[in-house]
C-alpha cells in the first residue's frame, strides 16, 4: 500500500469514526426516551450540569467509539459471531460491573431505587444492541469472511492455568482498587464526606482495615467481582485469536470507556466526587484491562 493510499484509508477510518461518534451519542439519548431517568436524579441536576451534558456526551461517545472500532478492527472474528461477542463483553463491562458496584454501595446513593440500578443495566442493552452491530457494519465485518469455530477456539483456553490465573487477578483487582481508591479519590474531601459523613483522612492501613470492619462482605464481593472482569473479557479474548498485542489493545480501550463513562453521572454523584472517580476509575480500569489481556491468552493456531 503506497502512502496516498495509506492517507485516504486513514482519513476513511477518521470519517467512519466521527459518524460512529454521533451514532453512540444517539444510542446513548434514545434507550433515556425509551426508559426515562427516575424523577429522583433528574431532579438532582442543576443547570450547569444540563449544560455540560451535551459536551460530555460527546466526548465520551468519542472513546465508545474508538474502543468499539478498534476492537473491530483487529478481531479475526466478523459477522453475527463478532457482534454477539462483542455485544456481551461491552454490556458486561460497560453496564453489569458499574451497577453491581452502585448496588453494593446503595447505602450512599439514597435516591438510588434498586428498579434505577435495573433500568440503567436495561438502557445499556438498548445502546449495545444499536452500537455494536453499527459498528461492525460500518467497518464493513458484518459478514463473515472465514470459518470461525467458537468451539475450537474454546478448546484452544488452558484451562488449568486460566483456573489458577483468575484468583491472581481477582487479588491484582483488589490491591489495585483499594491503592487508587486511597491514594486519589479518597484524597478529595468532597470524596470522604460522600461515603463516610466525614472529612477525617485516616492513614491507608486503619482505613482499609475501617471499611472491611463496617462491610464484612467487601473482600469477597470484590474477588467475585475479579473474576467477573475476566468473565466478560473473554468474548474479546476469543475473537482476538491468541494475539496478546491485540487483546490488551482492545481490552485497555474497552477498560478505559469503563471508566471515564461515569463523567456521564451528573446528578448522582457532587462534582468534586465525580471528578475524582473519573480520574480513579479510567487509570485503574486501563490497568485492570491491560492487566487480563496480557494474564490471560488463547494458544496459537500454529501449537494446537
Known amino acids: ?40 436524579i433528574v431532579s438532582r441536576m442543576t443547570e450547569d450540569m444540563q449544560n455540560k451534558m451535551f459536551g460530555l456526551m460527546l466526548l465520551v461517545s468519542l472513546l465508545g467509539a474508538i474502543a468499539l472500532s478498534v476492537n473491530v478492527k483487529l478481531s479475526e472474528w466478523s459477522g453475527i459471531k463478532l457482534i454477539l461477542a462483542l455485544g456481551l463483553s461491552f454490556w458486561g463491562i460497560e453496564y453489569f460491573m458499574a451497577q453491581i458496584e452502585t448496588f453494593y454501595f446503595r447505602n450512599a446513593f439514597t435516591f438510588m431505587t434498586n428498579m434505577e440500578i435495573l433500568n440503567i443495566m436495561l438502557r445499556g442493552v438498548i445502546t449495545t444492541a444499536m452500537v455494536v452491530p453499527l459498528t461492525v457494519i460500518i467497518f464493513g465485518k458484518q459478514k463473515a469472511t472465514r470459518e470461525i469455530s467458537i468451539k475450537e477456539s474454546l478448546e484452544r483456553i488452558e484451562i ?28 478529595f474531601e468532597a470524596v470522604r464526606m460522600f461515603y463516610s459523613g466525614s472529612t477525617e483522612q485516616l492513614n491507608f492501613i486503619t482505613q482499609i482495615v475501617r471499611t472491611i470492619g ?10 467475585i467481582r475479579g473474576l467477573l472482569w475476566v468473565a466478560f473479557s473473554i468474548p474479546i479474548i476469543l475473537m482476538m485469536d491468541g494475539s496478546r498485542i491485540k487483546t490488551m489493545m482492545g481490552l485497555i480501550l474497552i477498560f478505559s470507556y469503563h471508566g471515564f463513562q461515569i463523567i456521564m453521572a451528573q446528578g448522582i454523584f457532587p462534582q468534586d466526587v465525580l471528578i475524582a472517580h473519573t480520574i480513579e476509575t479510567t487509570i485503574s480500569a486501563c490497568i485492570y484491562g491491560g492487566l ?13
Open 292 to 304: 487480563i489481556g496480557y494474564m490471560f491468552n488463547i494458544r496459537d493456531r500454529g501449537n494446537f
Open 160 to 187: 488449568k492455568s486460566w483456573m489458577k490465573k483468575a484468583p491472581l487477578f481477582s487479588l491484582f483487582y483488589i490491591i489495585i482498587y483499594l491503592l487508587f481508591g486511597y491514594y486519589v479519590a479518597w484524597q
Open 214 to 223: 463496617e462491610m464484612p462482605l467487601f473482600l469477597p464481593y470484590h474477588f
Open 1 to 40: 500500500m503506497n502512502s496516498t493510499n495509506i492517507v485516504i484509508s486513514i482519513f476513511n477510518n477518521i470519517l467512519k469514526v466521527i459518524g460512529l461518534t454521533v451514532i453512540f451519542a444517539a444510542s446513548i439519548v434514545i434507550p433515556t426516551l425509551i426508559i426515562p431517568v427516575s424523577p429522583e
